[in-house]
């Protein structure tokens, strides 16, 4: 069901339309505002049907950073992820997965780090991950990256000396803060502007 606050907004005919900006695996809100005959946009995938979504394909990015990787000779990667109950997150998994696959390649689970949401859960991933010799490792977002640096700097391990480190989420953040060399997706995802983004959204809205 959508969260109380939302429901009572919409039983008082508050809001004409939503925009939910974080699609989640449940799609249970979703599901609600189908119902209830509210019209929605979607930012991020759904598995519902009939869902108008405005979103990257980060799975077929994910995949293709992955193979590259992969073509480059590094044979064991490892993933470290963020929250699961997040669309993106199982679909950047998925093309991780796929990549391997169609390389041949059977992927260890121990080499899979998902749901790191603090310096703690990051720094534990970074100390297994690397004692299973991997060649690199593999960031979902900008946030887990960031986490993944920090943990590398205080263990005084150098990238890409040390350890090779890709990103699936392109971020001048990291680029300004951090300066390492990294790997990103740049031009597997073609950056949009935000103000384009808000007005394809709006027009979608519109036309539910």
């Known amino acids: 069901m959508v969260n109380g606050q939302l429901d009572r907004m919409i039983n008082n005919?508050?809001?004409?339309?939503?925009?939910i900006s974080r699609s989640?695996?449940?799609?249970?809100a979703q599901r609600s505002l189908k119902e209830k005959g509210i019209p929605f946009v979607v930012i991020g995938s759904s598995s519902e049907k009939d869902v108008v979504c405005i979103d990257n394909d980060n799975m077929e990015a994910s995949r293709?950073?992955?193979?590259?990787?992969?073509?480059?000779?590094m044979k064991k990667l490892a993933i470290?992820?963020?929250?699961e109950t997040y669309q993106v997150t199982g679909n950047r998994l998925e093309g991780f997965m796929r990549a391997h696959r169609?390389?041949?390649i059977t992927v260890d689970k121990s080499v899979v780090f998902m749901d790191i949401d603090s310096y703690a859960k990051a720094s534990r991933a970074v100390e297994q991950a690397l004692a299973l010799n991997v060649d690199c490792l593999v960031a979902m977002d900008d946030y887990v990256c960031n986490l993944v640096?920090?943990?590398l700097n205080e263990k005084n391990i150098n990238i890409p000396s040390d350890i090779?480190?890709?990103?699936l989420y392109d971020s001048l953040h990291i680029i300004i803060r951090r300066l390492p060399a990294f790997t990103s997706t740049p031009k597997l995802l073609e950056r949009t502007p935000v103000e384009l983004?808000?007005?394809c959204l709006v027009r979608s809205l519109m036309k539910i």
Do not use: Y
Request: with cysteine; net charge negative; proline share 0%.
């Open 102 to 104: 169609n390389r041949g």
């Open 80 to 83: 470290l992820g963020g929250d």
């Open 24 to 28: 989640m695996v449940d799609t249970s």
């Open 13 to 19: 005919h508050k809001i004409d339309g939503i925009i």
């Open 64 to 73: 293709e950073l992955t193979e590259i990787l992969l073509m480059k000779g």
């Open 197 to 199: 983004c808000w007005k």
């Open 164 to 167: 090779r480190l890709a990103s």
């Open 149 to 151: 640096i920090e943990c």
